[in-house]
Structure formats: structure tokens, C-alpha cells
């Protein structure tokens, strides 16, 4: 009898671990509240058609947002096309202020993303840029010497498109609730409260991104 009971035992043995694997736990559903905050009348900061926002609000002067960038960098390659991760340096004021500007006139010329990770490098890394009352000389010869041509650099520092997006960064900052960086916004409308790292994070982000994705 137990000869012809171990067949069929070893046979349902043999089972279990993929009948577990098939149907793994439901994800904890997301709390408003505790993993987000709805944005009232929250729009991306930058739109794009057909693409779905992440922005990052961050600051060069902050070390957490430095701490992240790498992870950052990486989850960046793995979004689908209809995702958009867009860096929105805060403007809180102080010495804040000198690197968003930074932020922007880099992106006007078109030098933002090579130069990126080298202006974090510079400020908690080896020391060559001042986190405080940083000049506008001291971070055009910075990018001068990432290749940026130093004199066009500091026309666009001190110029007025830099103004207006320096504005329009510091209004959308305030409108979405952001008090800290790094700071997660799911095209305009969630702000990413929730998580105990910045995977986390990043997990919480792309199941919102999931959700707006739903709704198209």
C-alpha cells in the first residue's frame, strides 16, 4: 500500500513549490496619508504628451539627494517609454539658490545631464565646490572645467530664462507641498511620503505611475 502511495505523494511534493510561486501575496494596497499626499489641481512640471511625470525635487547641497542620484541613475534605465524622470531643483532660498540656478542655465546649454553627477561629486565628494555662499565665478569655472564654455555659461546664469524657470520651479515646489529633498511627485499629483529606504521610494513611484497609467 505505501509502495503505491509514494508515487503520488512524491508527485504532490514536487507540486508545492510551484502552486506557492503561482500565486504569490496580493501588494499591501497603497494608504493616502501614509505612502502619499494627493496634490490639489497637481500638474507635471514639465508635461510631456503621452508620457507619465516622476519628478525629483532635489538640491546639489543636499547629501540624501546625493545618496540617492546613483540609485536614481539606474531606475532611470529601466522605465518604460512612457515614463519621464525630470530633476526640479528646489529654490528654498539661502544657498539653495546659486545651484538651481546652476541646474538651469547647464540645462539650457544642453550640458544638465553630463554634468549631473559631477556637481554632487564636486560638493560631498572631493570638496571643490562650496556648499555656502557659493559665487556665480566659482560655479562657472566648475563647468568650465567639465568643457563648458565658461562665458556662455555665466550669460545664462544671469539670465532671464533662467529667472523664469528659477520661478516656475520655486511656485511648483511650494503648490505641491514639498518641505524636504529628495522628493518624489508622480506627474503632478502625488507626492511619495511613504518608505523606509529609497527603493522604497522608487517601488511606491512606479505603483502610482501604474495607476495614472490606468486611467489614460
Not at 540617492?68 to 534605465?77: F, G, N
Not at 562665458?151 to 533662467?162: D, I, T
Request: hydrophobic share 45%; charged share 20%.
Amino acid at each position: 500500500m505505501v509502495s503505491r502511495l509514494l508515487p503520488v505523494l512524491i508527485t504532490l511534493v514536487a507540486l508545492l513549490p510551484a502552486a506557492t510561486l503561482a500565486a504569490p501575496p496580493a501588494p499591501t494596497p497603497l494608504v493616502e496619508g501614509r505612502d502619499y499626499e494627493v496634490i490639489p489641481d497637481g500638474k507635471p512640471f514639465a508635461p510631456a504628451k503621452g508620457r507619465i511625470e516622476v519628478a525629483e525635487v532635489f538640491g546639489y547641497t543636499c547629501i540624501h539627494c546625493a545618496h540617492l542620484e546613483p540609485i536614481l541613475a539606474t531606475w532611470k534605465k529601466t522605465l518604460p517609454r512612457d515614463v519621464k524622470l525630470t530633476p526640479v531643483p528646489a529654490a528654498f532660498g539661502g544657498y539653495w539658490i546659486p545651484y538651481a540656478r546652476a541646474f538651469f542655465a547647464a540645462q539650457q546649454l544642453g550640458v544638465q545631464e553630463r554634468t549631473h553627477q559631477a556637481v554632487f561629486d564636486a560638493l560631498h565628494a572631493t570638496g571643490s565646490l562650496p556648499i555656502q555662499n557659493a559665487s556665480a565665478d566659482e560655479i562657472a569655472s566648475f563647468y568650465a572645467s567639465q568643457g563648458v564654455d565658461r562665458a556662455k555659461f555665466m550669460a545664462a546664469l544671469r539670465g532671464p530664462e533662467v529667472d523664469a524657470q528659477l520661478a516656475k520651479a520655486r511656485d511648483w515646489v511650494a503648490a505641491a507641498g514639498v518641505e524636504g529633498t529628495p522628493t518624489l511627485i508622480v506627474n503632478g499629483k502625488y507626492r511619495v511620503t511613504g518608505g523606509g529606504n529609497y527603493s522604497d521610494r522608487l517601488a511606491i513611484a512606479e505603483r502610482l505611475v501604474a495607476r495614472e497609467r490606468g486611467r489614460k
